[in-house]
């Protein structure tokens, strides 16, 4: 039910995007495998650069993998999310298609606007932005107060120079269990003769 909504969307996507058509012609034919956790599709490439729902039996060229948390990383704009997705098999097919996704963008306001008309679309769209920010610096806030919190008040959470201290310690620690294994490994050598 979802995989056709989905292939819907992503030709939508590339109808508006029309530069992307142009990166993926050159792969025609190829099939790339999606897997987000919950919503896993195959979408094969057609000649004229759009994609399609492809088949589930015939092995794609490329997978792309992202866990949950990795999509909610992107819809927050962390730029570090984009190194975790697992990429295998045809990797300059998959690093060209992560490309285009990663720059494609939805004009919301366009298709609003077919539906309400252009003033309301514009500015229900504005609304969707600042609505969209203000949620994502109440959460920012929220999760630096919690982090805090359970740092300074409730200590659940270690320091960041308190794991690194520890860190150091346990290194210090082995590379001297390491060295008293070497003499003790002398001294017994020694004593045997």
Do not use: C
């Not at 998959?94 to 539906?115: H, M, P, Y």
């Amino acid at each position: 039910m979802l995989k056709p909504l989905i292939t819907h969307f992503l030709q939508h996507l590339i109808r508006q995007n029309i530069w992307a058509k142009a990166h993926l012609v050159p792969f025609a034919g190829n099939t790339i495998a999606f897997d987000f956790a919950v919503i896993k599709t195959n979408l094969i490439i057609l000649e004229d650069g759009s994609l399609a729902l492809g088949g589930e039996t015939a092995p794609p060229e490329a997978s792309i993998y992202a866990p949950p948390s990795l999509m909610l990383r992107m819809l927050a704009k962390d730029e570090a999310a984009k190194m975790d997705f697992k990429v295998t098999g045809d990797t300059h097919l998959a690093t060209e298609v992560s490309k285009i996704l990663q720059n494609i963008r939805w004009d919301v306001e366009d298709d609003l606007s077919k539906i309400v008309g252009d003033i309301p679309a514009t500015k229900l769209a504005d609304f969707s932005k600042k609505a969209t920010q203000t949620v994502k610096e109440t959460g920012t806030n929220l999760a630096q107060m919690l982090t805090e919190y359970l740092q300074e008040e409730q200590p659940m959470l270690a320091k960041k120079r308190h794991v690194e201290q520890f860190n150091a310690d346990v290194d210090a620690l082995r590379d001297d269990v390491a060295r008293f294994e070497k003499r003790l490994a002398k001294l017994t050598k020694a004593m045997q003769l």
